[in-house]
């Protein structure tokens, strides 16, 4: 069985966000960049998969610029076999990625794709759902446990009202949740190991597919500040000021 | 054309923030259509009339829509798309499950997780977990838009007569199989919805030290929530965690107690609308966003912060 991993590089989550002052977006140069949180946990499962003896060989993608390719070399680190990087500049919306995975799916003919459940820059919760529409394959989407079986997964969804189980056949889109496992960090040798391993790159034109945005940003702007508070001197004045001043409890 | 919203439902009853989306979308266009896709689902789509921001509702049945599957609901939707400008769903694990496959099927770019509509075409939406807020301007022709339901303000739900139009079902989707749902009995109010949430830090030092959390959170009617420290320490599990790779949660009241507020905390947590901090460290980022701090070891302030509860006549629940 094939693995494909979608990675993304994103701001790292520990980064203090800082708005540009012209409203067209964050700032990113000279900010400390990292793979996607969930995605690393989708990496994860794919490698204890495969040690597990039940998928041979792990194929990590990302699609961006030049950079990009960093999480893919993570990735290899961490125990992918190959890594794919389609480059592209500008913005790529949910729809375009999906949209160019789905290309690679088709020539890579994996078994899985697997993917994080959300990226932590745009927030949106979209791309693993729709390449499932694209390809027309089953979906499991924010999953926190992964069963392999003969020619299908049960997969444990976090819902709001709790858990779900669904089995899904394979060949299946899988969104990882952070519940999902505790990703590895990759070992010096291992991470020296991935610099020989390859990653083949494929310029997004090649793939004659139209990734022109459709949603415009018109502003990026700060959400709003909160106005600072007081210091309290003890518990009492802090259940009174809750009770008669903010009116909560 | 009018805006259609996605009902979520258990069968039995509308769930309460399909009333938040259809505040948003009766404020898209004032001719709001409500699909409800189900499997004996009558009384639902009866509550569902009864909005009165619903002008229509297109009742959709078959055994195969019992479990809300997505794979099954997004072909019956797309069939329905063709007369309407909009399709809207609240931005919880249900509609983020369900939209994207919608767009992709329409070919278009879905806008998630919107907290205001500045026009039909315009929406603001957080990213970076509401570090950033992005106002963005869709160009697709039809509109697939999820909303932030604490964003919105629950509709009336009495009062409105729509008429109930039977839908076409569509096919089974056969390779994915629901299996169970296992709904977790508790209590306390969910951490999402919650109107006050009690969180616990790695101040905490122990999973044990929680039950001190606990004990408040019980008095209060209050949800459990925990920093990311606190949960990679194994105090307590992941469930429970508030921040940007955790629940974002928009509460009356947030108590943190031990948190010492990192970024990705104050991500889930700064937009509540009160905000109290108890820590030792007095320069810990988390009383930068505190309405009300608390310099305190939290080991004496939480017994002492429940006996000042227990004096108290009454507790708003």
Not at chain 1, 6 to 28: L, M
Not at chain 2, 286 to 302: K, M, P, Q, R, T
Request: with cysteine; hydrophobic share 40%; net charge negative.
């Amino acid at each position: 069985m094939k693995i494909l991993v979608a990675v993304k590089r994103v701001i790292d989550y520990n980064v203090q966000i800082r708005v540009k002052e012209d409203g067209s977006g964050v700032v990113t140069d000279n900010v400390k960049m990292s793979t996607n949180p969930p995605d690393d946990n989708a990496i994860e499962e794919a490698v204890k998969i495969k040690e597990a003896g039940k998928a041979t060989e792990i194929v990590a993608i990302t699609v961006g610029e030049e950079k990009a390719q960093e999480t893919v070399r993570k990735a290899l680190a961490v125990g992918a076999d190959k890594g794919i990087h389609v480059k592209t500049e500008g913005v790529l919306e949910p729809l375009a990625v999906s949209k160019i995975i789905q290309k690679i799916v088709e020539k890579e003919k994996p078994d899985l794709v697997f993917m994080g459940k959300q990226a932590i820059d745009d927030d949106c919760n979209q791309t693993g759902q729709m390449l499932s529409a694209l390809l027309n394959w089953p979906q499991a989407t924010f999953a926190s446990n992964i069963e392999v079986k003969d020619n299908s997964l049960e997969v444990t969804r976090e819902i709001d009202e709790g858990l779900e189980t669904v089995e899904i056949n394979i060949p299946a889109i899988v969104t990882c949740d952070l519940r999902l496992n505790e990703p590895r960090y990759a070992s010096l040798p291992n991470i020296m190991k991935a610099k020989k391993k390859p990653i083949e790159e494929i310029n997004v034109s090649d793939l004659g597919i139209d990734i022109t945005p459709r949603v415009q940003q018109l502003k990026v702007e700060e959400p709003p500040k909160r106005k600072a508070g007081i210091k309290v001197a003890n518990v009492a004045e802090l259940v009174q000021k809750l009770k008669n001043e903010a009116k909560v409890i | 054309m009018a805006v259609l919203l996605i009902a979520e439902h258990n069968n039995k009853e509308l769930r309460p923030f399909t009333l938040n989306a259809a505040t948003a979308a009766s404020q898209i266009d004032t001719e709001v259509h409500a699909v409800i896709i189900g499997q004996n689902s009558e009384n639902a789509a009866k509550k569902l009339s009864e909005l009165p921001v619903v002008k229509k509702v297109i009742s959709i049945e078959a055994p195969h829509y019992e479990n809300f599957t997505a794979e099954n609901f997004a072909p019956a939707i797309v069939k329905l798309a063709e007369n309407y400008s909009h399709i809207v769903c609240s931005a919880n694990t249900f509609g983020k499950n369900l939209m994207p496959r919608v767009a992709a099927h329409l070919d278009t770019s879905q806008v998630s997780d919107i907290i205001k509509v500045i026009s039909p075409d315009t929406f603001l939406r957080p990213i970076y977990a509401g570090n950033a807020f992005a106002t963005v301007k869709t160009n697709d022709a039809k509109k697939c838009v999820t909303i932030r339901p604490t964003s919105f303000e629950p509709c009336e739900s009495s009062g409105g007569t729509a008429t109930i139009e039977k839908g076409e079902a569509g096919e089974e989707f056969s390779n994915t199989k629901f299996i169970k749902r296992e709904e977790i009995k508790s209590d306390r109010p969910e951490l999402g919805t919650a109107r006050i949430v009690v969180s616990g830090g790695r101040g905490m030092q122990s999973g044990d030290n929680f039950k001190l959390i606990t004990e408040v959170a019980d008095k209060l009617g209050a949800a459990i929530g925990a920093s990311r420290a606190a949960v990679d320490a194994g105090y307590i599990s992941n469930d429970h965690q508030v921040g940007q790779t955790g629940k974002v949660v928009v509460p009356d009241l947030y108590i943190a107690i031990g948190i010492s507020g990192a970024i990705q905390h104050l991500a889930g947590m700064k937009e509540s609308k009160v905000i109290v901090a108890i820590n030792k460290d007095g320069e810990a980022p988390i009383f930068s966003v505190a309405d009300y701090g608390l310099e305190a070891d939290l080991f004496e302030a939480l017994p002492q912060f429940m006996e000042e509860l227990n004096k108290l006549n009454t507790i708003q629940k």
